[in-house]
């Protein structure tokens, strides 16, 4: 008879605890979106420390920073990684997905022939991870039992220490200033390409004899990014109301008064009020939008919410915008 | 300070005839959403849940509901413009 039970081999590659140079530019470029997409690290087993059969086993997305900031924090530990294959989603992203789910850890765990490494059946996972992952029914299938960690990588040390008990404190997310503020550069950077349009719908519009669009508009409309993509997030919490949509609109409004006040209005007008209405509807709507858009990077918006916010937000932002644009328009004419 | 969202607007809903007070979803909800009471989990703060799904998923007596998406108005707008259901499509550098 044909023997085909031939072990395979087991594959567990060697990492550490310490982040290179390389690893710390990696992450700031990816938080400027360069690169950002393909910021992946090979699925499969890693080992920290020297881990024996009896070493705690944690499961990570394959998205370099998601790996980087779970091993940087087990310094001192002996213990396995499991990188699941998320297509290189971090792991809160990659749960919405899915790709960070059930299936994928079932069969990781076949791949790397996890029950033959370890001889305990645990799994410590992010709790982040848990709207893709169906514990009872990893269980079922592997045999693992699927303990959920704390949600910030930092508390791991505390979590084990506590006999792999999380506090309630080490469950809750939290968006700090901070938090907030390193998401802030991928949205500036996102803008790039439809300001580089709208710059040079506005010079052909010059080339044609409507206009000049100036200095003015220029850094009227940066601040309204400034606004919208940096301000607004960071000082999130503190601006009044609830809307995402609204708050930027709030500080947006702010920042046209100012360009307005700048250009000596109401005592002394640099331009006719048809343009200062014109930047009070165009500037204000254009940070609503993308305040808007950082519903996404928060962690407290839900879908229903963000639905509803925008059924009224789009709308007036369209309108404000379309009549702002005319206001311009006409008063180029005149 | 705290961040809060919109109010009442979260479609959790819990069938407590079939929760066994496991407390598995006070272990994934990232929001503390839920208490125990009397042996049984009870959503206590409903404006705090942001529709994730761990609960839903976790809970192995089927005992909670939710229409689970993603809190992103790229992601919402993509789904209109390209009559998708929306999905955090990450892939092309919008959101998360």
């Known amino acids: 008879m044909l023997d085909i039970s031939m072990g395979r081999e087991i594959t567990i590659n060697q990492t550490s605890s310490e982040l290179t140079f390389r690893d710390i530019l990696g992450s700031w470029k990816v938080r400027w979106g360069i690169n950002r997409m393909n910021y992946k690290v090979e699925p499969g087993l890693y080992r920290i420390g020297n881990p024996d059969k009896s070493s705690p086993v944690f499961v990570s997305a394959n998205y370099k920073m998601s790996f980087d900031s779970l091993r940087k924090e087990l310094s001192g530990f002996d213990a396995y990684i499991m990188v699941i294959d998320t297509k290189g989603i971090n792991v809160w992203c990659a749960a919405g997905k899915g790709t960070f789910g059930t299936t994928e850890i079932i069969n990781r765990i076949a791949i790397t022939q996890l029950d033959k490494v370890v001889s305990h059946r645990n799994l410590i996972l992010p709790q982040l991870g848990a709207p893709g992952v169906i514990g009872h029914e990893v269980l079922k299938y592997s045999g693992f039992r699927v303990i959920y960690g704390p949600v910030r990588a930092k508390d791991i040390r505390d979590f084990m220490n506590a006999g792999m008990k999380a506090t309630s404190e080490m469950r809750r997310v939290k968006f700090s200033a901070y938090d907030r503020l390193v998401l802030t550069p991928v949205e500036l950077v996102n803008t790039i390409r439809p300001s580089l349009m709208i710059f040079g719908v506005l010079f052909l519009l010059n080339l044609i004899g409507i206009g000049p669009f100036g200095f003015v508009d220029f850094y009227g409309y940066l601040g309204a990014l400034i606004v919208g993509c940096v301000l607004t997030p960071v000082l999130l919490p503190w601006i009044p109301g609830r809307a995402f949509a609204w708050k930027g609109w709030l500080l947006g409004l702010i920042w046209a008064l100012i360009v307005n006040m700048f250009n000596g209005w109401p005592y002394a007008p640099q331009y006719s009020l048809l343009k200062a209405l014109g930047y009070l509807l165009i500037l204000p709507s254009l940070s609503a939008y993308l305040a808007m858009n950082f519903t996404g990077a928060s962690t407290f918006t839900s879908f229903s919410g963000v639905l509803k916010e925008m059924k009224t937000a789009i709308p007036a932002i369209i309108i404000s915008i379309v009549l702002g644009v005319i206001l311009i328009l006409v008063n180029s004419f005149i | ?96």
């Open chain 2, 1 to 96: 300070m705290r961040n809060r969202y919109l109010k009442n607007v979260s479609t959790l809903k819990m069938g407590s005839e079939k929760c066994t007070g496991c407390g598995k979803c006070l272990e994934v909800c990232p929001h503390n959403v839920f208490v125990m009471t009397n042996g049984k989990s009870v959503i206590a703060q409903k404006d705090n849940c942001i529709e994730c799904g761990a609960c839903v998923k976790n809970c192995p007596f089927n005992a909670l509901e939710v229409k689970p998406g993603v809190g992103c108005a790229s992601a919402i707008i993509k789904g209109w413009l390209t009559g998708t259901e929306p999905s955090c499509d990450c892939s092309d550098g919008s959101c998360c």
